[in-house]
Structures are given as structure tokens and as C-alpha cells.
């Protein structure tokens, strides 16, 4: 059964930094593009950043260009992605998804993960 678990959401300061993890299993993570999005309540969900199959494409949100850094580690069917200098409009909740081709709308990713929270207060 396909699974992707995220973790490493938190409660942090403005300006810190936070390190997002998305470990897959049960389908060929290798192959597949991973994307990471967040939503908040009331909101549709954002694609923010996403990485080719083989990492040699990735592309971000201009909400998070700069700040946030994507990279994926295909042989611990893992994704990451490293948020530095976070913003309080940065809260909300993050998922990864898994999709064979880069670049899909958000309805047509295959897999998609549980999600994490990440709140940036004070």
C-alpha cells in the first residue's frame, strides 16, 4: 500500500527554521515527482515547492522562493524541504504528494500524506 508520512512541523518563532520530512513507501518513489503544499482553514490548498523524479528540476511558490529549499533523497525514499527565515503567514498545514509527472495540478497527484503542522508565532 502507497504511503507518504510527513514530519518535523512544529511551533517556531518568526525567522526560524523548520526542516520538513516525507518518507514514502509501498510504490517506486524513485520514479515519482514530490510536491509539497500547504492550506490553511478556508483556503485552497498552494503548491509551494516540487522536485523532479531524479532532483534535477525543482521549482517554489514566489511566496517561499529564497526561503525555502527542496531536496530529495531517492535512495531512503525521502523528500525534504528546508524552510529558513519563516513568517507567521507561513502557518498552516503541510503536505507532500507524490505524482509521475512533474508539474500536475494539485487534483492529480497520485499519493499524498497526512500533512504536518507548522505554526510561526511568537
Known amino acids: 500500500q502507497a504511503q507518504l508520512v510527513e514530519s518535523g512541523g512544529g511551533l517556531v518563532q518568526p525567522g526560524g527554521s523548520l526542516r520538513l520530512t516525507c518518507a514514502g513507501s509501498?510504490?517506486?518513489?524513485?520514479?515519482?515527482?514530490i510536491g509539497w503544499f500547504r492550506q490553511v482553514p478556508g483556503k485552497l490548498r498552494e503548491a509551494i515547492s516540487l522536485?523532479?523524479?531524479?532532483?534535477?528540476?525543482?521549482d517554489y511558490a514566489n511566496s517561499v522562493k529564497g526561503r525555502f529549499a527542496i531536496s530529495r533523497d531517492n535512495a531512503k525514499s525521502t523528500a525534504y524541504l528546508q524552510m529558513n527565515d519563516l513568517k507567521v503567514d507561513d502557518t498552516a498545514i503541510y503536505y507532500c504528494?507524490?505524482?509521475?509527472?512533474?508539474?500536475?495540478?494539485?487534483?492529480?497527484?497520485?499519493?499524498w500524506g497526512q500533512g504536518t503542522q507548522v505554526t510561526v508565532s511568537s
Open positions: 504528494a507524490a505524482d509521475l509527472h512533474y508539474g500536475s495540478f494539485v487534483d492529480e497527484y497520485d499519493y
Open positions: 509501498g510504490f517506486d518513489f524513485e520514479v515519482y515527482a
Open positions: 522536485i523532479s523524479s531524479n532532483g534535477d528540476m525543482a
